[in-house]
């Protein structure tokens, strides 16, 4: 079973492998981790069901968001196991009288987060050496030094786990694939408020710009490039 069994019809398979989409990449020599928005604003200061986490933070995600958080954790510590870099691109807090345009039009409760919904997960929160960079727009790629940073780094795979999978996730893997990375989504490693929305986006991105996968395939393709190092 992947996320999207059930929701997306076997004519809608069969139209996307008839074109050709869909077919398996490849890790390359140097992966890099992305861990985007997982911020207490995403989950919720603690585990509780979706529409019990939006009454403290409304862009919460609730339960999924921290099913999410409880795979990355251990991907987390072997990517630092093998001292393999991690980033973290993110939402800065807003500063309310210069940061609005559309997104404040779209979504005007982005603006009310107070600054403890901003503080990272703690059970995946950065460490020393890992590279924090803050956005103002979807894409960890937008107006930010990613690219400069995973060049410095000498990456050329980047696993991306985080939230939403529609939105900011999406948007950085389509980013990341148009500048030639291999893009990996370690498919229990994102969240959305969506569930529909999640397993979609998963499916189309899995077609066309990156593999998605389990967890425990994504760790074991770490482990796999690290015997043969």
Known sequence: MRPWSGIITEDEDKRYDAAGFGRLGSIGKRPALLIIDVQYRTVGKQRAPYWEAIKQYP?????DGWRAVDHIAPLLAEFRRLGLPVLYPHVARKNVDTDGGRLAEKVPSIMTI??????????????SGDVVLPKKHPSAFFGTPLVSHLIDLGADTLFVT???????????????????FKVIVPEECVYDRSPTSH???????????????????????LQALSAKA
């Open 162 to 180: 985080g939230c939403t999978t529609s939105g900011c996730v999406r948007s950085s893997v389509s980013d990341a694939f148009a500048y030639n």
């Open 199 to 221: 397993a979609v986006n998963l499916w189309d991105m899995n077609a066309k710009y990156a593999d998605v996968m389990p967890t425990a395939d994504a760790i074991g393709m």
């Open 59 to 63: 862009t919460a995600c609730g339960e």
């Open 114 to 127: 107070d600054e403890a919904g901003y503080e990272f997960v703690e059970e995946v929160a950065p460490v």
